[in-house]
Each structure stands twice: as C-alpha cells, then as structure tokens.
C-alpha cells in the first residue's frame, strides 16, 4: 500500500554515519555542569590507565633490581596505589554522570516526542500506527538511553586512551611504535566502508523491531476478538513471520560487524605483535630496558582493547544513530491543523452557532473521494439538529470538521460568525462537547475520568453532573467512590455506565455547542433509557448536533438533516420527512416495522 506524503518512511533516508546523534548531543549540551564533571572524569581516568604502564616502567626499572632500595620499592607502590584509587574515583564519577546524562536525555526526549504528537491533527495516527509510535517511543529511546549512558562514554574513552596510548608508545619507542600507524590506517578505511551499510542496517533492524511491538499491542489489545473467533493460529504465524523478518535483518548488521570486528582484532593486535617483537629485538641487542618492554607490552594491550573495542563500540554508536532518526521524525513532524499567527477572538459572550457553507472536503488517506460535497448546514443558537443517512453518508465527517481536526478543501465553516481557520483550535474546541458512540475513558479513577472535561471542577460541580447524567448510584458505590480506578479503557464499567460518564464529562465540560455521536447505538434497552434521559437534560439551552442510526431517538430534534454519499439529500421535522416518501421514509419504514416485528 502506498504511503500518504505525511506518513512516517518505514526506513528512512540513508543519514551519513552518525549524524542523527547530534540531536542526542544537543539534548545533552542542556546540562553543560554534568556534561563537564563527565568529561573531566573521562579524561582523569583514561591518564591514569595510561599512568599504570609508565609506573610500571619504573618499577621494573629501579624497584627490581639487585641492589634496590627498600625506600624505592616503597615509594614505587605507593605512587602505582594511588594511581588505581584516582582511577577508580574517576571511572565511578564518570558513569554517575554519564549514566544519569542517558536517563535525563531520554527522559526530555520522550516529552517532547509526547508534546510534539499531541499538537498533531487525528489525521496524523490516522496515516501511522499508534502502536509503532509508541514502539519509537520506547524501543528506540531505550537505545539512546544505552548509547549515552554506556556507549558514547566507552567510545570516548576508548579513543582518549588509545590516542594517549599511541603517543606514549612513540615516546618509548618512537621506531618500533610505527606498527601502529598503519594499524590505524586500516582501522580507518574499515569505518569508512562498513560504517554507513551498519547503519542503514541498524536503523532497518529498529524499523522491523517497532514492528514487532506494535504487534503485541495490537494483538494483545483484541485479546478476545482473536480468541473468539479461532484466530490465534493465524496470529501466531503472523507473528512469527514478523519476528523472523526482525530476525534476518538483525542477521545481515550481525554479518557486517562480524567483518568489522574480524578486521579490528586482526589488525590492532597484529599491529601490537609487531611491537612487541621489535621490543624484544630490541633488549636483546641491549638498546631497550626490561621496563621500558614491560611498560611497551602493557600500554600495547591497553590500545588493542580500546581499538578492538571501538568496532563493537561503532556498531552500538551507529544502531542508536537509527534510533535518534525515528525519533527525529517524530519530533519534526508538523501539525497540519495550526492557531493562524493572529488568530481570530470567538465573540463573548458564546452564542452556539455553527454554519457549514459550501464546504467539500476528503480525507487525505482517500484523496480521489469526497467525505462530503458541497454541503451547507447552518445551526442556530440553541436548535437541535440530527444527522441522520446510512453508513459512510458522510455523518461523523461533520463532526470531525465541526472540531477543526480537518480543514476543508473547499467552502467554509463558522462558529458564533467566525471562520474556524481564522481562530485558535483550542478555543474552537472549547465551545465543544463531544459524547462518541462509545464513552472512552482512561485508566485512571472516576474521579479524573469525569474532570477531564473540566479539569478544575469542584468534588460539587462533579456530583452534580454525575447526578445530570444519572450516574450517581453507580459511582457511590464503586469501593472507593470517585477514587476507584477503573482499569484499561474504563472495564470495571459496563457499556452504559461508560457512556454516562461519558456524558457526565460533557456536563463538566458545560459548552454551549454538543456534538452526540450515537451515543446510545451500543446500549441495551435499560442503559439507553437511562443514557437518553441524561442526554435529554445535557441538550438543553444547547446547541446539539446528533448522528444517529436509531430514527426513533431523534423524532424529536427540531429538525432531522438526511445525508447520502456525501450530500444533504433532503431536510425537516420528522413528519415532514415522514410524509414526504423519500429516503428518510424508507429508512424509518425499515426500521419501524423491525422494532414492531420484534
């Protein structure tokens, strides 16, 4: 399936190396007093780990000879001691700050990905999964956690301490240490021709990892839809065959850094060999002394292991490069659905108002169809209109435009007179109340479920919309009243006792335009009288929107709206409708004789 111009790239342009990771250094340059202790500390421990081999010089040199002095050996020891106490106080200091520079920069990352996606318009998680969202929210960032916690402060070290290594050798040995300039050579070229494959691959092996995740979200969130109809099979080899394909791509960066690390070892201790034999040659012909091999061998292994690991180290560096360019594109996406630089003040007092004036409009996941076409609606103060047609007649689109998530490509939409490109979302919005077809609650307690539609209402306000919304018996007696929490997407509740908070939510809300969206379509016999009667006392002195497949709920709205394939087909009271044949008729004759059937 082709993907729209605003949907998230499955791969991702190729980035050159580790570009990507300046977005981490800059989110890390935020704390420059912990950037600095873990920098000095770095720098600290990697002299002393290259002032243990020179202390060893020394040692050997005048400590183990035949006529030694107690005094020396003494004071050869206590130097070498206090190396390895400055050693390990610096090593311990280093990963305090580097340690917490990972969880902090993960940490402002997530939220300002979290900030990002929710100034973006629905269409947005209409384009890309949620699920991989939040994989990129998750997976991705506990590699950059890895990478600045663990990973950049082993890289750094490594090259402080084998460039300090390297100097070193020359100042022992200047001839004999040529060895390892062309080691670096080779270890050079090797970056370059791996590093950018490694990385394309590293930032595929992510994609295809996010897959995997929002798999198991989704899955696992239809547990019983997938239960129930004997699917698991089918669910098992698709998830099989997705964690398969994570696995192949894992197998081909594996491959490449299994070169890389085969030409790292290969060349660094070949390189030290080299050294070390030049060495030996050189005691034997009495030009080099016992220590100076002693300290030449020890600072040789010491610039191996930081060489060799720099192959490891690079592929880590260059997996989190991956990483950091999903989350980049997170942050850089941009909201189609924006306040204008000066945006327009809604009038005051609200009157609730909403005009639709010739407006057309598709989705941009299905750009070749109209949702709805050259549609004009104007609803006065205080009037309830239904919305009534059949399924894809272009019902919830009104809503969906009435809330400013979409703009229109053609025509224009007003509220209290003001062109709603002319004025704030937020404030749009905040003349709105939504109750959907089924009451989305959050895992959280009664108590800030129902405040969600005024945040700041008092324990009275609450009440007194729960009462409004006949869900005060049910909520008393939850075990903990209002802060009883009730579970994942409300299930300690059932359908109706959802919907009622639901609507207790618009009570709080108290704006002057509501939008109802089959709100009772779901509900059994019991729950939709109780539901409508709350319903009945939330529309009033209010302008109300109402979608609805059940005719009989919206016999009484002051004027019925019949929509097909994208248009206003015809418009009056419900006997007017009735006695005018069309296709509300049709509709109301169907279902008519179905409830009398029953």
Do not use: C
């Amino acid at each position: 399936m082709a993907r729209s111009p605003r949907s998230l790239p499955a791969e991702g342009k190729p980035a050159k190396d580790l570009g990507p990771l300046r977005m981490i250094w800059r989110e890390a340059l935020k704390y420059p007093r912990q950037v600095s202790f873990a920098l000095v500390a770095l720098l600290i421990s990697s002299a002393a780990t290259l002032a243990i081999p020179y202390r060893f010089r020394v040692i050997i040199d005048r400590a183990f000879g035949a006529h030694a002095d107690v005094s020396v050996i003494n004071h050869s020891f206590y130097y070498l001691f206090m190396i390895v106490v400055v050693l390990g106080l610096a090593s311990a200091i280093r990963f305090y700050f580097v340690s917490w520079l990972g969880e902090r920069v993960v940490a402002d990352l997530r939220r300002r990905v979290q900030d990002n996606l929710l100034r973006l318009s629905p269409g947005f998680f209409e384009e890309n999964s949620p699920n991989e969202i939040s994989s990129r929210m998750t997976s991705d960032t506990t590699v950059i956690d890895q990478v600045v916690g663990t990973t950049v402060s082993l890289a750094l070290r490594n090259v402080i301490t084998g460039l300090g290594g390297i100097i070193m050798l020359f100042v022992l040995a200047p001839r004999e240490s040529s060895f390892l300039v062309g080691g670096a050579l080779v270890i050079a070229l090797t970056l370059r021709v791996f590093g950018r494959k490694i990385r394309n691959i590293s930032r595929s092996s992510q994609d295809r990892i996010a897959d995997v995740g929002a798999m198991v979200a989704e899955v696992l969130g239809a547990m019983k839809i997938v239960q129930g109809f004997n699917q698991e099979t089918r669910e098992r080899k698709r998830f099989a065959d997705t964690v398969e394909a994570a696995f192949v791509t894992a197998k081909r960066r594996i491959r490449l850094r299994s070169i890389m690390t085969f030409t790292f070892i290969t060349v660094v201790f070949g390189a030290i060999t080299g050294l070390m034999w030049e060495g030996a040659l050189g005691v034997a012909r009495g030009s080099m002394t016992g220590g100076t091999i002693a300290a030449l061998v020890i600072v040789g292994v010491i610039v191996s292991g930081a060489f060799g690991a720099l192959s490891d180290v690079y592929g880590s560096l260059l997996q989190a490069a991956g990483a950091a360019s999903r989350l980049n594109e997170l942050l850089n996406a941009k909201p189609d659905i924006a306040p204008p630089e000066r945006p327009q003040a809604l009038p005051e007092p609200a009157r609730g108002s909403l005009s639709f004036d010739h407006v057309t409009f598709r989705y941009p996941t299905r750009p070749e169809v109209s949702a709805i076409a050259d549609f004009s609606l104007t609803v006065e103060p205080g009037e309830t209109v239904a919305i009534v047609g059949p399924s894809g007649a272009g019902k919830s689109t009104i809503f969906q435009l009435a809330e400013r998530f979409y703009d229109p490509q053609l025509g224009t939409i007003r509220i209290d007179g003001v062109p709603l490109t002319s004025a704030d979302p937020a404030d749009i919005r905040r003349r709105m109340a939504l109750v959907p077809q089924e009451g989305t609650l959050f895992a959280a307690s009664a108590r800030d479920n129902l405040r969600y539609g005024e945040w700041d209402a008092s324990e009275e306000a609450i009440w007194d919309a729960a009462r409004t919304a006949n869900a005060e018996d049910f909520l008393k007696a939850l075990p903990q009243g209002l802060d009883t929490f009730l579970g994942e997407g409300g299930a300690r509740l059932s359908g109706g006792q959802r919907q009622r908070v639901a609507i207790a939510r618009a009570v709080l809300r108290d704006a002057p335009i509501l939008l109802l969206d089959e709100a009772t379509s779901a509900l059994d016999a019991e729950s939709e009288r109780l539901v409508q009667q709350a319903l009945e006392r939330l529309m009033k002195d209010r302008t109300t929107l109402v979608i609805a497949h059940r005719l009989a709920t919206v016999r009484a709205a002051d004027r019925i709206v019949v929509m097909d394939q994208g248009r206003i087909v015809e418009q009056g009271t419900h006997a007017e409708l009735q006695a005018g044949g069309g296709l509300y008729a049709r509709l109301a004759a169907l279902q008519f004789e179905d409830v009398e059937a029953a």
